[in-house]
């Protein structure tokens, strides 16, 4: 099971930290993905990382977000920053068991709930 919380409403600049905290699977099993879906368009995968700490980032979010995990809490993080009005989306995290940090929505089985973020002045 993963619960992804910590979007909200967000001025153009500002920042947010999405958590996502798992459970009822061996967590260092598994790659731990972010993804998110805007009105109207496909889920986009933004940023994954393996139990290991690589790590893989779509190019949009290069240098302004930064995914981070803590195993032993079974929880990610996605420290966002420079947040723009293009990164309004509902936010997900992801699980599969594997070793490759990808973004590939297709290989990923469990999903959790999303949490909004909307940038917005």
């Known amino acids: 099971q993963l619960q992804a919380s910590g979007g909200g409403l967000v001025q153009p600049g500002g920042s947010l930290r999405l958590s996502c905290a798992a459970s009822g699977f061996t967590f260092n099993d598994y790659v731990i993905g972010w993804f998110r879906q805007a009105p109207g368009k496909e889920r986009e995968g933004v940023s994954s990382i393996t139990r290991d700490g690589k790590t893989h980032y779509q190019d949009s979010v290069k240098g302004r977000f930064t995914i981070s995990r803590d195993n032993a809490k079974k929880m990610v993080y996605l420290q966002m920053y420079g947040l723009q009005p293009e990164d309004t989306a509902v936010y997900y995290c992801?699980?599969?068991?594997?070793?490759?940090?990808?973004?590939?929505?297709?290989?990923?089985?469990?999903w959790g709930q999303g949490t909004q973020v909307t940038v917005s002045s």
């Open positions: 992801a699980a599969e068991k594997g070793l490759v940090a990808t973004l590939y929505v297709p290989y990923f089985g469990s």
